[in-house]
């Protein structure tokens, strides 16, 4: 089941608008002007990679917007492999390989959670230090830090090389630069440490213990209570509907829906836990906006974030099956003009396929919606200051 485990959400990758830049422009590159790229050392797989070919370059600058308490500056490079089809009533379908290039000061180990990790760190490539983290690696070799997302992502780490330096996949990788950062993704290192002490956003972190049913860890006593999110289990049934009965195996849509009136939304992130033997993500999601579950630009608008950390957008994020093993997350904040919410609104949905007979639960975990400036609207299951009421769901099969 998920524990409740508070920290920054600084502690992976941020996005925001792209800009020109000295180093060339952002957006689609060609593998030429990679090639020619002075600033740092970039790896990739080649131009294709057992099967799969190179379909997107991306190049990714972004200056920070210091209104916001979460850093917004970008400085890297996407390398996407293979393409998807996406499946009728999606928007969106998961690539099959992406590597993520950027200098080490922009992801340094000491800003990614314990939560996600799998084991200890390791030396690989004669120096390259390699964490795991579920469906992604991080290798930190040299002054760069380089994300690999992919099936067996370890494997994939092998085979990295430079595009524009000379090696090749046998070729060494240096050991990581350790000299401390003076910035972090382009803020005073003292300024973002300080925020990763526990703080009002809450991502999950797993408990390995092996639940014998799902149950969201009982809220702590709260200072204040302010409004709701539910679980509507039948969106075309006017109201929220907390149960849903279906005949034979069926795929769901899942409401996730916030109540009342809260004002201005920045930002917020849940967790929702379900029997992964039970009920399957119809899509596991891309992740990010796009991902499952699906924020809902709609209508919340544009000028969202929801690429981090990388688990975001994903509708599974827990290796292991069972009871309370499901584990779909979100987290996302505004990068434009925030919407002020005033009356129940869906911020996101998710999509899950009945498998199994009888009844299937879905609880909501780590809830933590926040307002621009990162004050607490409400949490829940843990509670920080400000009580969120949420209320799961239920999924009958017959």
């Not at 007979?357 to 926040?370: K, L, P, Q």
Request: aromatic share 6%; with cysteine; hydrophobic share 40%.
């Amino acid at each position: 089941m998920i524990a409740g485990a508070a920290i920054s959400l600084w502690q992976f990758w941020p996005g925001s608008a792209r800009r020109a830049s000295s180093s060339g422009n952002p957006g689609p590159w060609t593998v030429e002007q990679a090639q020619a790229f002075p600033n740092y050392t970039v790896y990739w797989l080649g131009e294709e990679y057992q099967g799969l070919p190179l379909t997107e370059l991306i190049r990714s600058v972004a200056d920070d917007n210091p209104r916001l308490p979460i850093p917004t500056s970008k400085d890297g490079f996407d390398f996407n492999y293979g393409t998807c089809t996406i499946a009728e009533g999606n928007d969106s379908c998961p690539i099959p390989l992406a590597i993520q290039v950027q200098p080490r000061c922009y992801l340094p180990p000491e800003v990614l959670s314990a939560d996600f990790k799998r084991g200890p760190a390791r030396t690989v490539r004669g120096g390259a230090e390699l964490q795991v983290f579920g469906a992604s690696v991080v290798v930190w070799t040299g002054d760069v830090a380089v994300t690999v997302i992919a099936a067996d992502p370890y494997r994939v780490a092998q085979d990295l090389r430079p595009i524009n330096r000379p090696g090749d996949a046998a070729s060494a990788l240096p050991a990581p630069n350790k000299a401390p950062c003076s910035k972090i993704m382009g803020r005073p290192r003292d300024e973002v440490m300080s925020r990763l002490a526990p703080s009002l956003w809450a991502t999950p972190a797993i408990d390995t213990s092996a639940p014998t049913a799902i149950a969201p860890p009982a809220p702590d006593s709260p200072s204040a209570t302010c409004c709701s999110l539910q679980l509507d289990m039948d969106p075309a049934t006017p109201g929220v509907q907390p149960t849903l009965t279906v005949t034979g195996q069926q795929d769901i849509s899942i409401d996730i829906v916030l109540g009342d009136t809260v004002g201005e939304l920045g930002g917020f992130n849940f967790g929702l836990v379900y029997d992964d033997t039970r009920l399957a993500p119809v899509v596991p999601g891309a992740g990010g906006i796009n991902g499952n579950p699906d924020f809902n630009d709609a209508v919340l608008g544009a000028g969202w974030n929801c690429s981090m950390p990388g688990t975001s957008g994903r509708a599974d994020i827990d290796a292991a099956t069972g009871a309370g093993h499901g584990v779909a997350f979100l987290s996302c904040f505004v990068t434009g003009t925030p919407p002020s919410i005033s009356a129940a609104t869906v911020v996101a949905t998710l999509q899950l396929r009945v498998t199994a007979t009888g009844a299937s639960e879905i609880a909501i975990s780590d809830a933590n919606f926040a307002h621009y400036d990162a004050t607490e609207i409400g949490t829940c299951n843990p509670v920080v200051n400000t009580e969120l009421t949420c209320a799961g769901g239920t999924v009958t099969r017959e």
